[in-house]
């Protein structure tokens, strides 16, 4: 599992409603998720150019 996985799966076990309403945790989990987008941004980068354009696709389509 690579570190964009890893991130994804902390979010998704941030899952209690009392976080949730946090402003200060969503705010930090909104910055995860960009932090994840960069990532996977890279990752597609460093891939060729066929897993790029499926990478790209599986990227908008979440």
Avoid: G, H
Avoid at 10 to 15: E, F, N, Q, V
Avoid at 21 to 43: A, F
Wanted: charged share 30%; glycine share 0%.
């Amino acid at each position: 599992m690579n570190l964009a996985d890893e991130l994804e799966k902390l979010l998704s076990k941030i899952t209690q409603t009392e976080l949730r309403n946090n402003y200060e945790v969503r705010k930090k989990c909104s910055e995860i998720k960009e932090l994840v987008r960069c990532i996977r941004t890279y990752e597609l980068s460093n891939s060729s150019p066929m897993l790029k354009f499926i990478n790209a696709n599986v990227l908008l389509e979440n």
